[in-house]
């Protein structure tokens, strides 16, 4: 049987997600398709739109078979940790092909990028080394150490959908997993301010939608993510960032409160990130301080955070790849479900079964702090129904 693995945000879901579903399926001639998905915290460290269930029910809705949260410890992580947990997972699960996009339409030179990063020969931790000593942040000082000692790659580590490829082809060597890459093309630009309707941005529909220019964000979405969205701006349970930045805040100027523990930290980082607090009402603020040539904005996201959910570098470091799969939606199939009892790892069918499992404690404590931001009882997610179809 194939099974392709997908790693997604979906936030919100929009016409280029369904549009990437479709032909990833198409490519792998899928028989069933797995998400693994970010929970209530994306990637790059700011609060999803919508919850966790819902975004995974948009999948669902729009051809996956199952959709799984990635547990929060390898979510709020760098590209290249983030792809590992949930390549991990998702080989786990049993996943024969895993699809991702990429601006660059060339997966042998992809493959070669990741193996030279793999493989980390001399000249390039020399090239490395010099970059970073010369105060580049370590993203920025990989793609250019990549760039002079693959010369033929130069450029290709500057696309955000790249970075993420290469990293999902570094995790499939690294993990000897048995993943044959599908290749979409990435049409589009990732961060561009207007929305295209074919092939949208997310954070253009976010920041579209937060300002209350609705038309243009809906035309861009299916007609199910938009009834999703629809009901949050009209109950009013978006998250609430000023909430956010006031938990934020007085978490990072409590004098008791260990800034040292926190992940992700270097030389000097700490002081300031402590100077910037004194002196911020919020995130945003701490952002606009900190990020520079050699602190990335994603990276001082997350770092803000984990000091919200009490992540520290302990827990980070030590997280083993995904022991358990915490399943949010899923299709109805008793081959696929029968399939699950074999599985090296449990699917866990029930938020109550998350109490039990190490790696999904961090998701839970997520959920409380977004019901909080949200304005609802401290009941989710066990008061949401899993999404069936």
């Not at 990072?252 to 002196?279: C, H, I, N, T």
């Amino acid at each position: 049987m194939r099974i392709l693995g997908i790693v997604a945000e979906y936030d919100p879901f929009h016409l280029g997600h369904l549009s990437h579903l479709t032909r990833s399926r198409q490519a792998a001639e899928a028989d069933l398709t797995y998400i693994a998905l970010s929970g209530c915290v994306r990637q790059r460290g700011d609060w999803a739109l919508l919850p966790p269930r819902e975004r995974a029910a948009c999948a669902v809705l729009a051809g996956a078979d199952a959709v799984f949260e990635l547990p929060l410890l390898w979510t709020v992580r760098e590209a290249e940790n983030y792809a590992l947990g949930a390549v991990s997972l998702l080989a786990s699960l049993g996943c024969t092909h895993l699809a991702f996009g990429a601006e660059r339409d060339d997966l042998p030179l992809l493959a070669r990028l990741a193996d030279h990063l793999e493989a980390s020969p001399s000249a390039f931790r020399d090239a490395l080394k010099l970059h970073l000593a010369a105060g580049r942040g370590y993203p920025s000082a990989v793609a250019a150490a990549a760039a002079e000692t693959l010369p033929e790659a130069a450029g290709v580590l500057e696309e955000p959908n790249n970075i993420l490829a290469v990293c999902y082809l570094r995790a499939i060597r690294r993990l000897g997993a048995s993943l044959s890459p599908v290749l979409i093309h990435r049409i589009g630009a990732y961060h561009a301010a207007g929305i295209d309707p074919v092939s949208p941005s997310a954070s253009a529909l976010r920041g579209a939608l937060l300002r209350g220019n609705y038309g243009p964000a809906y035309a861009a979405m299916p007609d199910y993510a938009v009834r999703f969205l629809r009901r949050r701006f009209m109950d009013g349970s978006l998250p609430d960032t000023d909430a956010a930045d006031v938990l934020l805040m007085s978490r990072l100027r409590d004098p008791a409160y260990e800034k040292s523990l926190l992940p992700f930290l270097s030389e000097g980082l700490e002081d300031a990130l402590s100077d910037a607090a004194s002196v911020s009402g919020g995130r945003r603020e701490i952002l606009e301080r900190l990020t520079s040539r050699r602190y990335a904005s994603a990276r001082i996201s997350r770092l803000c955070a984990c000091a919200l959910l009490g992540i520290t570098a302990e827990q980070a470091e030590s997280a083993p790849l995904p022991q358990s799969a915490g399943l949010l939606a899923f299709r109805r199939n008793p081959e696929m479900t029968a399939r699950w009892k074999d599985l090296p790892v449990p699917v866990l069918s029930s938020p109550l079964l998350w109490r039990e499992s190490a790696d999904y404690g961090p998701n839970l404590a997520a959920y409380r702090t977004d019901a909080l931001l949200r304005h609802l009882p401290d009941t989710l997610p066990f008061s949401e129904k899993m999404f069936v179809l």
